[in-house]
């Protein structure tokens, strides 16, 4: 409940979250293979559940997962994971982390580079 009252809903009063979140569901439909499914998984999870956005280089906790997980908000905000850039090609190869934290996370610069990110993939399936 804390999850998404205070972490998705404040999001969707942002025209570009909304068009983000609602690229997610025909991009899955539009999949063809179970491993094109897992990707849109994980650039859901590493986007808008555990992304972070660096502004005007400042890093801020983005994603809904980690704005509810106090600990592991304060694991990364301490520099305990490592941070890579928002890149599919990258992001594919990890899983995302459930029951744990996640090994590594990714950064994005605003959200209409995330949203070209996605796109780029999504627009290829
Ligand atoms: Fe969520």
Same mark, same amino acid.
């Given at each position: 409940?804390?999850?998404?009252?205070?972490?998705?809903?404040?999001?969707?009063?942002?025209?570009?979250?909304?068009?983000?979140?609602?690229?997610?569901?025909? +991009?899955?439909?539009?999949?063809?293979?179970?491993?094109?499914?897992?990707?849109?998984?994980?650039?859901?999870?590493?986007?808008?559940?555990? !992304?972070?956005?660096?502004?005007? !280089?400042?890093?801020?906790?983005?994603?809904? !997962?980690?704005?509810?997980?106090?600990?592991?908000?304060?694991?990364?905000? +301490? !520099?305990?994971?490592?941070?890579?850039?928002?890149?599919?090609?990258?992001?594919?190869?990890?899983?995302?982390?459930?029951?744990?934290?996640?090994?590594?996370?990714?950064?994005?610069?605003?959200?209409?580079?995330?949203?070209?990110?996605?796109?780029?993939?999504?627009? +290829?399936?």
């Amino acid at each position: 409940m804390f999850h998404d009252v205070y972490g998705h809903l404040p999001y969707f009063t942002l025209p570009e979250y909304v068009d983000i979140q609602q690229m997610f569901a025909p +991009a899955f439909h539009k999949a063809s293979t179970d491993d094109q499914k897992e990707n849109i998984k994980r650039l859901a999870w590493f986007s808008t559940e555990f !992304g972070l956005i660096n502004e005007n !280089g400042t890093r801020k906790i983005f994603g809904t !997962g980690l704005i509810s997980s106090k600990g592991e908000m304060e694991h990364v905000l +301490a !520099g305990n994971t490592p941070i890579e850039p928002y890149k599919v090609e990258t992001i594919v190869n990890f899983d995302k982390a459930i029951w744990s934290y996640n090994k590594t996370l990714f950064e994005f610069d605003s959200l209409a580079e995330l949203k070209k990110e996605l796109a780029r993939y999504f627009d +290829a399936l």
